[in-house]
């Protein structure tokens, strides 16, 4: 599963995921079209596409799927917190560096913004406030890029995004209203080996190890 986590985008998909490599591993309970000879890398390069071929012959509806993913971790989270906080990390130095940062900070994120606070809070003792945690439902991380850019007090400030997704920062590049960004793929967070090479290649991108991102907030 591990392997396979560079393509999701939001945490529903995992469900989608997981059920998939089952039906890979186990003939007997295909009910999709395309598990039977796909392989981990197919999964990489073809997420896009395998996606909502199983999600129609499922019969699932991404809505639900999201709300059935929230509800679980909601009461896991009100039944333990403790264990649930456990089954969560940050990477090392990254809450520090969120801690000591010199510069604005906003966390833009496809988990429910519930749930990272609740990270923040729990994992990294910081209290980030509540607007500037943008998370499932606040829009595509395009729209809310150009909405803190044209916030007042952004005005004639250096812009910097750093995000682990290499789609998302090609995304960005798409958008000529968003040429001011400075834009980071983080080598740390899920994505491939292929995916790094990829975005050296591209001049807005600028590859990002984890310590260089430590002293980058400070």
Same mark, same amino acid.
């Given at each position: 599963?591990?392997? *396979?986590? %560079?393509?999701?985008?939001?945490?529903?998909?995992?469900?989608?995921?997981?059920?998939?490599?089952?039906?890979?591993?186990? %003939?007997?309970i295909?009910?999709?079209?395309?598990?039977? &000879?796909?392989? *981990?890398? /197919?999964?990489?390069e073809?997420?896009?596409?395998?996606k =909502? !071929?199983?999600?129609?012959e499922?019969?699932?509806?991404?809505d639900?799927l999201i709300?059935?993913?929230?509800?679980?971790r909601d009461?896991?989270?009100?039944?333990d917190?403790?264990?649930?906080?456990?089954?969560n990390?940050? #990477?090392?130095?990254?809450?520090d560096?969120? $801690?000591?940062?010199?510069?604005?900070? #906003?966390?833009?994120?496809?988990k429910?913004?519930?749930?990272?606070?609740?990270?923040?809070?729990?994992?990294a003792?910081l209290?980030?406030? =509540?607007?500037?945690? #943008? &998370?499932l +439902?606040t +829009?595509?991380?395009?729209? !809310?890029?150009?909405?803190?850019?044209?916030? %007042?007090?952004?005005q /004639?400030? $250096?812009l910097?995004?750093?995000?682990?997704?290499?789609?998302?920062?090609?995304? *960005?590049?798409?958008?000529?209203?968003?040429?001011?960004?400075?834009?980071y793929? /983080?080598?740390? /967070?899920?994505?491939?080996?292929k995916?790094? +090479?990829?975005?050296?290649?591209?001049?807005?991108?600028?590859?990002?190890?984890?310590?260089?991102?430590?002293?980058?907030?400070k």
């Amino acid at each position: 599963m591990h392997i *396979v986590r %560079p393509v999701v985008e939001t945490g529903y998909e995992n469900l989608l995921l997981v059920r998939l490599l089952l039906e890979m591993r186990i %003939p007997s309970i295909r009910k999709s079209s395309v598990s039977e &000879g796909l392989t *981990v890398d /197919g999964i990489l390069e073809n997420w896009s596409k395998i996606k =909502p !071929v199983i999600m129609e012959e499922w019969a699932e509806n991404r809505d639900a799927l999201i709300e059935l993913f929230g509800k679980v971790r909601d009461e896991w989270m009100d039944n333990d917190l403790a264990t649930w906080i456990g089954a969560n990390r940050f #990477y090392p130095g990254v809450p520090d560096a969120l $801690k000591f940062a010199s510069s604005s900070i #906003y966390i833009v994120t496809t988990k429910q913004s519930r749930f990272a606070d609740a990270l923040l809070q729990e994992l990294a003792g910081l209290k980030i406030p =509540p607007e500037r945690i #943008y &998370g499932l +439902g606040t +829009g595509p991380k395009v729209e !809310v890029l150009k909405q803190l850019q044209r916030k %007042p007090e952004h005005q /004639g400030l $250096k812009l910097h995004f750093v995000e682990d997704r290499l789609a998302t920062l090609k995304n *960005v590049i798409k958008d000529p209203e968003l040429d001011g960004w400075n834009l980071y793929l /983080g080598d740390w /967070g899920y994505n491939t080996h292929k995916e790094r +090479g990829e975005a050296a290649s591209i001049p807005r991108i600028t590859l990002l190890q984890l310590t260089d991102f430590s002293k980058k907030l400070k």
